[in-house]
Structure formats: structure tokens, C-alpha cells
């Protein structure tokens, strides 16, 4: 699938279009702080990873024995924002510009890590098809079988998708001509084309229609969405129609390399932000924006960030992220954050010895659960860490994603299951780096493994004689867990015990994993 977005959809969808009581409207929810995602439950209350804390009260005075290089697999990073430029990789065993492969890695002028969605003449691959669409189109030109799979069960699969997609494309544009309606009214109302929540909530008026028009706006605005994001959210769709479930469409050309060939090395090109850097810049800043007072602050110091496209607007190809995870281990990265994920994974042999290879070079690897809501026991994605021959990655961490509200603490939308997630991280309303220089919130399992990517690196920074292995016991074995019953993230609703959706039951903290690496470390 394309990079895991905002959850606009499923928000927009239970936006109410009736009157709703003037008492209820006043009742607004808090916002989520800046900076939660970093906060202590008991110093700050509110359940973040004690990033702060731990800074303060265990950090404080320490410096970092190393920098930790971590790797982001994704869309593209925006490599000159201010709160990035000063943690990006520079490759220094190569010389830009000079069309020359200096370090003989293979790559041309990979300074600050690589595009594999890239063509040599300077052409990017931007939007892609999903991967059930590929072998969707696999099946109608011939194939009785794709991935392992009947192409009955394809063509079922394929259709399926595209017939939501329609359906949730058909509903969005119903709901942009009601916001259009409503931001309308009270632009004309109050006299002004900048609205606000405190203007909105202070009108008085006792007409119907702008009562209507108050309480919509309010509950989208309680939920941090705008008529900008209803509009994105529908030309994302339309866009899904065109290109990502579109069996006719296909940019691989762009590339230029034997697609067909898996095992290829040395395709794409040293062009690392690509046309749209919006998802990886937001990761990269979760894990490493600098912590200079200024913007916003990262989880983790002392870490550079190695830049490596490969996921475009629709579903990640497994060539290129195997390549990347190469890439990674080889040029020097300890940790990579894979923030994407799809429902098949035709060549899935091809990432498993992948991730065996960065097992065996001791580079852990964090992913995302996905934002389904889903029981991954039950529902597919990929990658993940189960070897497609039996066993299993033992560098591996899947993450969940955690909400600021102590009584909704899981996630609405975010992946689980025992034995397959391993740990929740926060994931709503995360606030970070985008493009242009910029800063905005985003949700989704996207930015929870960031988080834990982040608390990877700086236990590395501060340990560096952990092992992957060790910094993923830490981790999870750290991980505060919690009981209470929670809304069961997806469809379904009904009540669970968070405990019971990970195999820690639990969201990691750093204040807590420093203190655990601090005694094995003495032992």
C-alpha cells in the first residue's frame, strides 16, 4: 500500500449531519499536546514513551558513545528541512557528483542514500499500483496462479478492493459538498475566510441550518481535520482509481531495470527526496528532528538518518525493499524503519533473506502493524517477520499504535494480534516534520514505529555494546504494560483488554528501557 497516511476517512465518515444539542457542542475534547508522544504518564499525564523524563532524570549529564546511523525505508526525505538537515547520512567514502561509484558499492553518487524507485535519466516513480492489482493484471493475461495463490481468489480480492474504494470515493464526495456547505455558511456568518474553533464555538444564532453547519464543523475540528484534508482524502481516492487499482497502469518502465529479475543490484538513482517526501519526512523527524529547542524534538541524539526511497503512492515492490534493507546493512545503518506494508507479497522469499542477511549483520528492524484494524492472526501484511519456510526473524519488531487518551489507549484504527504485534508505540496526532520547511500531525502505525525506531537508536547511542537482539528484549521486556479494557481497534468495536492485542500487552517507554539497559549493561 502507499505510505500509511492519516486516517481522515474513518473520522469524516462518523461526522455528524444533524442538529446535535447545544450543551454537547460545548463540550469539546482536550487536544492532544505538541508533544505527547515524549510525555510521562504520571509527571505529565499523559501516555506517551517518558522521552523527556528520561532525559532529564537518567540522561542528564551523559553524553552519546556513538552515533547510531538508522535507516528509513519510505517515500522520500526532505533532507534540507531545518530540523533535519543537521542528522542526515552523508556517505564520505563518496564524492558528489563526479558519475563515478567511489566506494564500489554499487551505487553512483549515493551521498545520502539512494532511490530505487529512480530511472537514470532523472524520472521518479511516483504513483504505483497495489500489489493484488499486479497480480490481478498477472491473472487476466494468462496466469492460473499468482503468489502462491488461486487467480480466482485474485480476481475476488481485486474486486473487493475496488468496489470499497468506489464506495468510500462516492461517500467522500458527499461529505466535501456538505463541508464545502458548511464552511460557507459560517465564512458568511462571521464575515471572515479564516476560521477557527473559538469562533466557530462562540456563534450565537438560532438558526437551524447554522447550527447544523456549527456542530459539523466542530466535530471535525475536535478530530483535527479541515476542509483542505476532506479534499486530499478524495483525491487520494480518485487517485487509488487511477493508478493503484488500475490493472492497466504501470510505471515501472521509469526504473528501467529487469523487474523480472530479483536478485538485480544497482538500479534507480542518487535522488533521495523524490516527487512527494511528505510520509518520510514526517518518520524521519519522529526519530531524529533535532533536539535544539526550535520545531519540534526526535526521540532519539546523536543519530544520522540514511535516506532510502522505495515506497511510492501505491504498494512497495519486494525487489526494492529487499535492495534498501541491503543497502542499509551494508553501508553502516543499526536500525531501519519500514513504515509501510501491503496484503500480498509475491516474492516475500526474496525480503526473508533479506532480513536474514541484516539479522546476521545484527541490524534490528522496526515496521509498522498497519492501520486496518485488523487481527494480523486473521488478515495479511507484509513484510513481516515470519519466514516464509517456518521460523522467525529474531531482529524484528512489530508496533502497534497508541492513542494520548489513557481511556481509548488503543488506536482506533491500528493492526494486532498475539503473535504477531509486538508492541504498541504512539501513533494519533503525532506531531513532526513535513515538507517545505513545515511541521504537521499525522496518524497511523507510520509513526508508532518510529517511535520505537527512535528508542532503538538512542539505547544504541548510550549502549553501544547492546546487540540488536538485546535492544529488542529491552525494549519489549520494558514495554509498560497496561489491562485496562479498551475499544477493540476496527469495525467490531467491543470492549478488550489492551493487554491482550500485543505480545507485551504494553507501549514502550525509554524511561523504562534505559533503566533495564543500565543493569544489564553493569552485568
Same mark, same amino acid.
Given at each position: ?98 558519475? +563515478? ?25 511516483? #504513483? ?6 499486479? /497480480? ?22 481485486? =474486486? ?53 453547519? +456549527? ?19 478524495? =483525491?487520494? /481516492? ?79 515492490? $519486494? ?10 546493512? $551494508? &553501508? ?43 487481527? /494480523? ?30 481511556? &481509548? ?26 515538507? $517545505? ?5 499525522? $496518524? ?40 485496562? #479494557? ?38
Amino acid at each position: 500500500m502507499k505510505p500509511i497516511r492519516s486516517l481522515l476517512f474513518a473520522a469524516l465518515a462518523g461526522a455528524p449531519l444533524a442538529v446535535a444539542p447545544l450543551a454537547a457542542q460545548a463540550a469539546m475534547p482536550d487536544t492532544a499536546p505538541a508533544n505527547w508522544h515524549l510525555l510521562d504518564a504520571t509527571a505529565d499525564r499523559v501516555p506517551g514513551i517518558s522521552a523527556e523524563r528520561a532525559y532529564r532524570e537518567l540522561l542528564a549529564g551523559l553524553q552519546p558513545r556513538d552515533t547510531v546511523v538508522v535507516a528509513i525505508i519510505d517515500s522520500g526525505i526532505e533532507i534540507d528541512h531545518p530540523d533535519l538537515a543537521g542528522v542526515i547520512w552523508t556517505n564520505a567514502r563518496e564524492v558528489a557528483g563526479n558519475g +563515478r561509484d567511489d566506494d564500489n558499492n554499487g551505487y553512483v553518487d549515493d551521498i545520502h542514500g539512494w532511490d530505487f524507485l529512480g530511472g537514470r535519466d532523472g524520472r521518479d516513480v511516483d #504513483q504505483d499500483t497495489y500489489e493484488v492489482t499486479r /497480480l490481478f493484471a498477472a491473472c487476466r493475461a494468462g496466469a492460473t496462479e499468482a503468489a502462491g495463490e488461486p487467480c480466482s481468489e485474485i480476481q475476488r480480492a481485486f =474486486e473487493e478492493r475496488r468496489a470499497e474504494n468506489q464506495g468510500n470515493l462516492q461517500q467522500i464526495r458527499q461529505i466535501e459538498q456538505v463541508v464545502t456547505s458548511v464552511y460557507a455558511a459560517l465564512r458568511q456568518h462571521l464575515g471572515t475566510q479564516e476560521l477557527t474553533t473559538a469562533a466557530v464555538q462562540g456563534m450565537q444564532t438560532t438558526d437551524p441550518r447554522l447550527q447544523q453547519a +456549527r456542530s459539523i464543523y466542530l466535530e471535525l475540528a475536535s478530530q483535527g481535520f479541515t476542509l483542505d484534508d476532506v479534499v486530499e482524502q478524495r =483525491e487520494s /481516492l480518485e487517485g487509488l482509481m487511477q493508478y493503484g487499482l488500475n490493472p492497466d497502469f504501470d510505471p515501472r518502465n521509469i526504473v528501467g531495470d529487469n523487474y523480472a529479475n530479483p536478485n538485480e543490484r544497482g538500479y534507480g538513482n542518487a535522488e533521495v527526496e523524490g516527487p512527494d517526501a511528505g510520509h518520510g519526512t514526517h518518520v524521519a523527524g519522529i526519530v531524529a528532528a533535532m533536539r535544539n529547542g526550535t520545531g519540534v524534538s526526535g526521540v532519539a541524539p546523536a543519530v544520522r538518518i540514511m535516506t532510502l526511497r522505495a515506497v511510492p503512492d501505491g504498494d512497495e515492490r $519486494d525487489k526494492d525493499v529487499a535492495n534498501a534493507i541491503r543497502y542499509a546493512v $551494508d &553501508n553502516g545503518a543499526r536500525v531501519i524503519n519500514m513504515s509501510f506494508g501491503k496484503s500480498h507479497s509475491p516474492q516475500k522469499n526474496v525480503v526473508d533473506d533479506a532480513v536474514r542477511y541484516a539479522e546476521s549483520k545484527g541490524v534490528l528492524l522496526v515496521h509498522a502493524a498497519g492501520n486496518d484494524g485488523e487481527d /494480523l492472526n486473521e488478515a495479511g501484511n507484509f513484510p513481516n517477520q515470519d519466514y516464509a519456510g517456518g521460523g522467525r526473524a529474531g531482529n524484528w519488531i512489530e508496533v502497534g499504535a497508541s492513542s494520548w487518551h489513557p481511556e &481509548n489507549l488503543a488506536a482506533s484504527f491500528s493492526n494486532y494480534g498475539r503473535g504477531k504485534v509486538d508492541v504498541f508505540a504512539p501513533g494519533v496526532a503525532i506531531l513532526s516534520t513535513v515538507p $517545505d520547511a513545515e511541521y504537521g500531525r499525522n $496518524d497511523g502505525t507510520s509513526m508508532a514505529a518510529p517511535v520505537v525506531s527512535g528508542v532503538a537508536a538512542t539505547l544504541l547511542a548510550y549502549f553501544p555494546e547492546l546487540t540488536a537482539t538485546q535492544v529488542r528484549q529491552i525494549i519489549l521486556e520494558s514495554a509498560v504494560r497496561n489491562t485496562a #479494557q479498551v475499544t477493540r481497534p476496527g469495525e467490531g468495536g467491543g470492549q478488550v483488554s489492551f493487554a491482550d492485542l500485543s505480545d507485551t500487552g504494553g507501549v514502550v517507554n525509554l524511561y523504562a528501557a534505559i533503566q533495564l539497559a543500565q543493569q544489564r549493561v553493569r552485568r
